[in-house]
């Protein structure tokens, strides 16, 4: 994965210290955060942040395609990840949060099968898995 400096690199922005700071935030999450978590965790490092600027970031990130905005059934605010350079799906825990990206996508055949039998020209699709990570199956279960 790269570095936050170099994903601003790469799309051309500017390095500024609280780009750095949701960048680096996101990186080190293993859940999606919505624009509230991200400002109460930049709070800690630096006082003057403002939830405006957090979201005017995001929306740069966003439609830089450098973070993807997702909407979960456990939320009714938009969260936030890192956008991943490779198609793939998730596994979200229905207790803890926690997100695992799998970079894989077992749909394509399928994807094609359905494409030509209905005459529908597929041009992306979404798939979420739900259910309890490792920690919590073993949590709940004892």
């Excluded at 995001?58 to 439609?63: P, Q, Y």
């Excluded at 909407?71 to 969260?79: G, H, Y």
Aim: proline share 1%; with cysteine; net charge negative.
């Amino acid at each position: 994965m790269k570095t936050p400096e170099k994903m601003l690199e790469l799309h051309n922005l500017k390095k500024t210290g609280h780009r750095l700071m949701i960048l680096t935030i996101l990186k080190e999450s293993d859940r999606f955060l919505s624009a509230d978590d991200l400002y109460m965790k930049m709070k800690e490092e630096d006082e003057n942040i403002s939830l405006s600027t957090v979201y005017r970031i995001l929306e740069t990130f966003v439609l830089k395609s450098i973070v993807s905005a997702v909407n979960v059934e456990f939320s009714k605010k938009v969260l936030y990840e890192l956008a991943h350079e490779a198609h793939g799906h998730r596994l979200i825990c229905t207790n803890c949060h926690k997100v695992v990206y799998v970079e894989d996508c077992p749909v394509h055949n399928f994807e094609d099968a359905i494409s030509e039998e209905y005459d529908f020209d597929i041009k992306r699709h979404k798939l979420d898995f739900y259910g309890l990570c490792s920690e919590c199956k073993a949590e709940l279960s004892s």
